[in-house]
């Protein structure tokens, strides 16, 4: 069992998440991955956006940096360029990564920049009161959706993978040794690694849709989530809410600082910048 209570910042407590939020369940697994990983806490920088998720490098006793809404990848890519030996960790939120930060993901993997990012996914703007954001699904409730929500939520997976990270997967707050699993597994990739947490938010998208207290929700992950081949195996019309966890892609491609560093050499060494 890690100790975990060297990597928190003991004075910062108490947190400011409210009872039954999936997000100390995430902070606790990406702990945990980090301290599997063996990564030097020294050596460790952890970055974040806005939101409720993004409070969590505030706990943690890592290099730590709270930046502007959306812009966490920007900071942390600046990071990794500047300094590519760190270990460089992204702490964000559905709204922070997938609205206002959406171009700087896309475009972190396809860079294959060495950032293992996980999204606390909890399929709302919690700390804003509860707004939808692009991964509340269809026809949910939302502060700005009180007749149903119409836009059609992203697969954030898809979105990675599509855009060229290396390596890709889904858990939830109920499946905490398989987040912890998957989170190690990015840590110690050389690429662009992106980690979806389902995080149930119990204060506003699971009080505005009937879903009960957190342990309820964690249980509704328990029973709709599903292995791809099981999904597979689904009729697509049978497949209602149910999602898919578990590691979705992984593949070798060369990581953005360490090209980088190709041409810092070259010219080093004389050679030609082109
Ligand atoms: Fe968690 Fe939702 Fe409360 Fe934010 S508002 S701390 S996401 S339960
Ligand atoms: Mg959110």
Same mark, same amino acid.
């Given at each position: ?11 910062? %407590? ?71 030996? %760190? ?53 949910? %409730? ?133």
């Amino acid at each position: 069992m890690p100790d975990i209570w060297k990597y928190i910042r003991k004075e910062n %407590l108490p947190h400011i998440w409210c009872a039954g939020c999936g997000h100390g369940i995430v902070m606790g697994a990406v702990i945990r991955a980090i301290d599997r990983a063996g990564l030097d806490q020294d050596k460790t920088v952890v970055v974040s956006g806005i939101g409720c998720s993004s409070r969590a490098p505030g706990y943690l006793d890592f290099n730590t940096l709270h930046t502007t809404h959306g812009r966490a990848l920007a900071f942390a890519t600046g990071i990794k360029l500047a300094r590519p030996e %760190l270990n460089v960790v992204v702490i964000t939120g559905d709204g922070d990564l997938a609205a206002i930060g959406g171009n700087h993901f896309i475009h972190a993997c396809r860079r294959n920049i060495g950032i293992t990012t996980v999204c606390f996914n909890n399929s709302i703007y919690g700390m804003t009161s509860g707004q939808y954001s692009p991964m509340t699904p269809k026809q949910k %409730l939302a502060s700005t959706a009180p007749y149903g929500n119409i836009d059609r939520a992203f697969d954030l997976c898809e979105l990675a993978k599509a855009s060229g990270a290396t390596y890709v997967a889904r858990s939830t707050t109920y499946h905490t040794t398989m987040l912890i699993n998957q989170v190690t597994k990015g840590l110690k990739r050389q690429g662009f690694s992106f980690i979806e947490a389902l995080s149930q938010c119990p204060t506003y998208y699971g009080r505005r849709n009937r879903l009960g207290a957190g342990a309820a929700m964690m249980e509704w992950y328990r029973d709709n989530a599903l292995t791809a081949q099981a999904y597979t195996k689904i009729a697509p019309e049978e497949r209602g809410e149910k999602f898919v966890i578990g590691d979705l892609y992984a593949a070798d491609e060369p990581e953005y600082t360490q090209e980088y560093q190709k041409i810092i050499d070259r010219l080093a060494g004389g050679g030609a910048a082109g």
